[in-house]
């Protein structure tokens, strides 16, 4: 445990005047709801076959332009082939309904009226590979990759020895430090840590070992917190409904969603999940970008 208070490890900085937040829209995937909700579609003696419900996911990342640090990217969505880099089976479980060429994370970022060119950091709330998989526009960039310690370690590990690979994929992680080939992974191990003025960084364990979550002060539209997959869907959050396939350490999740509900109670925050398609639409029925 850390021998700091949670108050006193807390940035209540605001970002700059003139940062900016968008919410980039990269598709829809479509999955079986039993990945989302422990015990969803599942069976009863009253109700042997029930029908099973899917559920469709928004593919989200966000940008902020910030005055001091330039652009910031957290999170990156899929792969633009996922045909090929995510192979059939996956492509059978969680087919990606939704995506055009206004949905690439190029495009997604030119729609903001910035370039990809100019983003200056990349976070990773963790590298699932419907999160991760957009890093492949930042090989053979300098581009700093932020992550957490622990979920770079585990991610390695988990492709390597197989041990969880269905949800990490080796291509994205490019362990190559050849100029040209790989990315440029930076790590931190911080429980909290303001990375840029006004924006900070939660490690929320329990999905994976290491999300962080992320926290941005702006001065007129409040605190936003970024869930990543902490909270999948909002029933995770507000229900404390646990995930279905996709729980691993649930002690440690109960505890980051204690953390998570004292940060949003403390600013006031708007929460962003990790896929909650519902949350973002009524977000951007009331604006696109937030200041
Ligand atoms: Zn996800």
């Known amino acids: 445990m850390s021998a700091f208070s949670f108050e006193e490890t807390i940035s209540a900085f605001k970002a700059p005047p003139g940062t900016k ?12 709801e039993a ?8 069976s009863s003696v009253s109700n042997p076959n029930p029908t099973n419900k899917r559920r469709d996911l928004g593919l989200f990342a966000a940008l902020i332009e910030h005055p001091e640090d330039g652009l910031i990217l957290y999170e990156t969505g899929c792969a633009e082939d996922l045909d090929l880099k995510w192979g059939a089976q996956r492509v059978d479980l969680f087919p990606r309904t939704v995506y055009t060429e206004a949905h690439t994370l190029p495009a997604a970022i030119a729609a903001t009226g910035n370039s990809i060119a100019d983003v200056r950091a990349v976070v990773i709330g963790h590298l699932h590979l419907d999160h991760a998989g957009g890093l492949e526009h930042f090989k053979s960039s300098d581009v700093p990759i932020y992550v957490h310690e622990l979920e770079f370690k585990h991610a390695a590990w988990a492709v390597a020895t197989k041990s969880d690979g269905g949800v990490y994929l080796a291509d994205y992680l490019s362990l190559d430090t050849s100029a040209g080939l790989g990315l440029n992974w930076q790590t931190f191990a911080d429980p909290h840590v303001e990375l840029f003025r006004g924006v900070s960084f939660h490690h929320a364990p329990g ?9 941005v002060n702006l001065r007129r539209d409040g605190t936003f917190i970024f869930t990543s997959d902490h909270a999948i869907v909002k029933e995770n959050y507000h229900d404390a409904q646990p995930q279905g396939f996709l729980a691993r350490d649930h002690v440690s999740w109960i505890r980051s969603s204690q953390m998570l509900k004292r940060l949003q ?3 006031r925050a708007t929460v962003v999940f990790g896929h909650d398609l519902d949350v973002v639409n009524k977000l951007w029925a009331e604006k696109r970008v937030w200041e």
Do not use: F, K
């Open 207 to 215: 999905h994976t070992p290491g999300l962080v979550a992320m926290q």
């Open 35 to 42: 990945w989302l909700l422990e015990g969803a579609n599942g």
């Open 265 to 267: 109670r403390s600013y």
């Open 21 to 32: 937040l968008h919410i980039l829209n990269l598709g829809v995937l479509s999955v079986d």
